[in-house]
């Protein structure tokens, strides 16, 4: 007995899969990439807020070590 290909149209869910799998799956993708985007942007301010307070110290230790101006 030989097999038949059934071919289903894009975005439907293929055959013995309800419309509950299919939704499941076609939610979990863009979640996924939003959750990636939210914890690649609080990694990027933390880096960011690192940077910035090592600038701050920076600047301070130069104006402290600076010779002072006696004019």
Same mark, same amino acid.
């Given at each position: /007995?030989?097999? *038949?290909? =059934?071919?289903?149209p894009v975005g439907?869910?293929? !055959?013995? #899969?309800?419309t /509950?799998a299919?939704h499941?799956r /076609? *939610?979990?993708?863009? /979640?996924?990439?939003?959750?990636?985007?939210a914890?690649?942007?609080g990694? +990027?301010?933390?880096?960011?807020r #690192?940077?910035m @307070? +090592?600038q !701050?110290? #920076?600047?301070l230790w @130069?104006?402290a *070590? @600076? @010779?002072?101006?006696? =004019?």
């Open positions: /007995m030989k097999k *038949t290909l =059934r071919l289903h439907a869910p293929p !055959a013995g #899969q309800g /509950m299919f499941q /076609m *939610t979990e993708a863009p /979640m996924k990439k939003l959750l990636f985007l914890i690649l942007g990694v +990027s301010y933390l880096v960011y #690192q940077y @307070a +090592s !701050a110290e #920076q600047d @130069a104006e *070590t @600076a @010779a002072p101006d006696l =004019r």
